[in-house]
């Protein structure tokens, strides 16, 4: 499929979005993803160490910021919501997606921006859901071109772009022109060497602003850079039932931590569990991983970041041993000074790789071998097929309530009316205010 007929696909797409053939099933997993993108907003914003830093160049407007009284721009309020959503590794994502040049985690820039353009145009609860929908769509179906020049990450940019032209009425000519600003505008992305970084955050909040202000740029009369689109499809954009929908395929975490950790941390909580082991009892923990994994092998120390700690199997794992959780709270910036997980992590963690299962293990992120060796000779070995928010084992609905209200109760006026409103009152309501009024810090 050539480029130009790539780029009239994805547009066709955005018109043919219709929450009339979305069904019960699928709005209700958008509900679902919108409330979990609120809570990764609510971790960073009310537990991220560098929240304030970020807020001082919001700009003013109409829109609603998390936890704040006043109003800020549209474009302010998406870069806000996208580098506080980054703050902790606890996004949603799509399994294999990232992969072969899709999105990794697409919410943390999609759920921003439809939020605030919605918030903009006064859109229906259903319009917001849609637009949504429509993004993860998008985020999934696109390829980057690997070897093409070092840039944005397109698939997100284009998506959140597109979203807002959604949102804001766009015609065929202005998302076309929308797209190509945000291919050239949008930040470049950060390697993987650079996620324990203090501007890792910043970059998502970047692109959630460029692809609000690139559809603002279209709708005012300026045009593209031409023929310039630099991405595939994987497949036709196709939603004719529930597992056609890139919704359908989104994982949601249950620890802050990077996914490629939360098989072993299963393992070892239920483990623990089960035979009532210390960390005094365990002589060595051995995780395979394949070799594209091998990152999460990293020792941390007391003078670590809390992104290094949230990408480091050896800290993960300790906490799982020695705190019997894996939580937020062990991931701030006075916990993670705590050395007796550093010292277990780095004298009894090994991380191995597994070169013979690299290629069967790209279809999923669960598939990791675990080996606990005790000191007095036992082993328990055990093999995840699957993880625990994964779409064949997925999180329910009560544990994603949980998840927000453990992020933003305290810190939110109403917090405890969010879940409720989302999932009961978000798909009749005519307008979108209703629930970022919730979410006001008034």
């Known amino acids: 499929m050539n480029r130009d007929m790539t780029e009239k696909r994805v547009i066709d797409h955005v018109f043919a979005a219709q929450s009339e053939g979305m069904g019960d099933r699928i709005l209700h997993q958008a509900c679902r993803t919108l409330l979990d993108g609120l809570s990764c907003i609510a971790a960073g914003r009310f537990q991220g160490h560098d929240e304030p830093s970020v807020r001082k160049v919001l700009e003013g407007g109409q829109c609603t910021a998390m936890g704040l009284s006043e109003g800020y721009s549209a474009p302010s309020v998406a870069y806000y919501h996208a580098s506080c959503a980054q703050m902790h590794d606890f996004n949603d994502g799509l399994i294999t997606s990232g992969e072969f040049g899709g999105s990794y985690h697409p919410g943390r820039v999609i759920i921003p921006v439809a939020l605030a353009c919605g918030e903009l145009v006064r859109a229906s609860g259903v319009d917001l859901l849609t ?9 999934y179906s696109l390829r980057w071109e690997q070897n093409s020049p070092p840039g944005p990450p397109r698939p997100d940019a284009c998506a959140a772009t597109l979203v807002a032209g959604k949102l804001l009425k766009l015609d065929f000519q202005q998302l076309r022109n929308a797209m190509s600003l945000a291919e050239f505008l949008s930040p470049i992305k950060l390697p993987k060497a650079g996620y324990d970084a203090s501007a890792n955050h910043l970059c998502y909040g970047l ?10 740029f279209a709708r005012n009369g300026i045009s593209g850079f031409g023929s310039s689109f630099s991405q595939t499809l994987s497949k036709d954009i196709h939603n004719s039932d529930y597992d056609g929908y890139a919704l359908s395929k989104v994982y949601f975490k249950p620890y802050p931590t990077c996914r490629v950790s939360h098989a072993a941390i299963e393992v070892v909580l239920e483990q623990r569990t089960k035979h009532h082991f210390t960390g005094d009892q365990i002589r060595c923990i051995y995780v395979s991983v394949p070799p594209r994994n091998i990152y999460i092998d990293k020792v941390t120390d007391t003078k670590s970041s809390v992104k290094s700690c949230e990408y480091s199997m050896q800290y993960a794992l300790a906490c799982a041993v020695l705190d019997g959780a894996v939580t937020l709270d062990q991931f701030s910036e006075h916990e993670i000074n705590r050395e007796a997980r550093h010292v277990f992590g780095s004298n009894k963690v090994k991380v191995l790789k597994n070169e013979k299962r690299d290629l069967e293990l790209r279809k999923s992120s669960g598939h990791y071998s675990v080996r606990i060796e005790l ?20 999180i329910g609905d009560d544990f994603l309530i949980d ?16 879940p409720s409103f989302v999932f009961e009152k978000l798909v009749e309501s005519e307008n979108v205010c209703e629930l970022t009024q919730l979410l006001s810090g008034n």
């Open 375 to 394: 000191n007095d000779g036992q082993i328990i070995e055990e093999e995840k097929t699957t993880v625990y928010g994964n779409p064949d084992n997925p």
């Open 207 to 216: 692109i959630a602003r460029s692809a609000i202000e690139c559809a603002f």
């Open 403 to 418: 998840k927000f209200l453990r992020n933003a109760k305290g810190y939110l006026p109403f917090a405890s009316t969010v």
């Open 131 to 139: 637009a949504i929908s429509l993004g993860y769509d998008i985020a």
